[in-house]
């Protein structure tokens, strides 16, 4: 998972338990996105790479669980919220726990797929070009008062460019959420962070959920795949992103040379 593959990832509500080759029980996770190939967990405590592991996965509305195995390929450390997570790829998966799989995450983004295909910034893209986009989407859910990143790291996976389906966010500068250096809210339908998916920089805010939240991530790396496989479209969402930066620009340069802005500089002068 996250080296390579290009399939649709959801975020769902199955419940899943987890637990090494080592240990007899298994122990409570949540889920952060599920894929064919695939799952990402967080934990409350550190988990090695490579090590094999069995999780018992209930997707909603089935009455039993499954119990696939699969290897942690990465774990990253979020000290902003003390918490782990962990990307799993499967390594044994039986072809009825495949068809199970594939089935609950291609119901699951249909949702997604029609908030894609009527969001405005992708409105010259076909229902075909977005049905391709969901290969390299993330969904997130935050928890409220929960920060999604800080200014000044630089983590991979969370670069990238941002859009709220649901919920509130404060950006804030600095790495504090400080009321003094709050910037801004961002609500549904707009964007956030797209600077990250061109360029090589750490984060310039921090980001809070001010109420539970939910986002869907066009990542870095997915993006650099798109890049490879289908350049057309990769073409097409750098036009997006630019529009969207040029929109923020512009939206910045009318703020700093407003009137009022003005008035109160002179006014200072005085």
């Known amino acids: 998972m996250g080296q390579g593959d290009l399939v649709p990832r959801i975020i769902t ?8 080759e080592a240990e007899g029980t298994f122990g409570p996770t949540s889920p ?16 090695a790479p490579d090590q094999i592991i069995r999780l018992q996965i209930r997707l909603a509305e089935e009455p039993e669980a499954m119990e696939v195995k699969g290897r942690i390929v990465w774990v990253r450390h979020d000290p902003v919220n ?21 089935q609950y995450v291609e119901w699951g ?43 000044g790291t ?12 649901s919920g509130l966010l404060n950006i804030y500068e600095g790495p504090q959420p400080r009321l ?15 600077s990250t998916l061109l360029m090589d920089q750490p984060h310039s805010a921090t980001i809070m959920a001010v109420n539970p939240s939910r986002l869907i991530q066009i990542n870095k790396v997915g993006f650099q795949l798109l890049s490879e496989k289908e350049p057309q479209l990769a073409l097409k969402l750098m036009k997006v992103v630019a529009r969207a930066l040029v929109a923020r ?14 008035d109160q500089s002179n006014s200072r002068r005085l």
Do not use: W
């Open 109 to 151: 983004s249909e949702a997604l797929l029609l908030f894609l295909s009527e969001f405005p910034l992708f409105e010259e893209f076909s229902r075909d070009d977005c049905r391709s986009l969901l290969r390299i989407v993330t969904l997130r859910e935050l928890d409220k008062k929960e920060i999604l990143y800080a200014a």
């Open 180 to 194: 003094e250096r709050h910037l801004a809210v961002v609500s549904p339908g707009q964007i956030f962070g797209e």
């Open 13 to 20: 509500n199955f419940d899943v338990r987890i637990r090494s």
């Open 249 to 262: 620009l512009g939206r910045t340069t009318k703020k700093l040379f407003s009137p009022t802005r003005f």
């Open 82 to 102: 003390e918490v782990y997570y962990c990307g799993l790829g499967f390594t044994e998966l039986g072809d009825e726990q495949l068809r199970r799989i594939r």
């Open 32 to 47: 952060v996105n599920l894929s064919e190939t695939g799952a990402c967990l967080r934990l409350c405590s550190r988990t």
């Open 154 to 165: 630089r983590d991979m996976d969370l670069q990238g460019l941002f859009i709220v389906q």
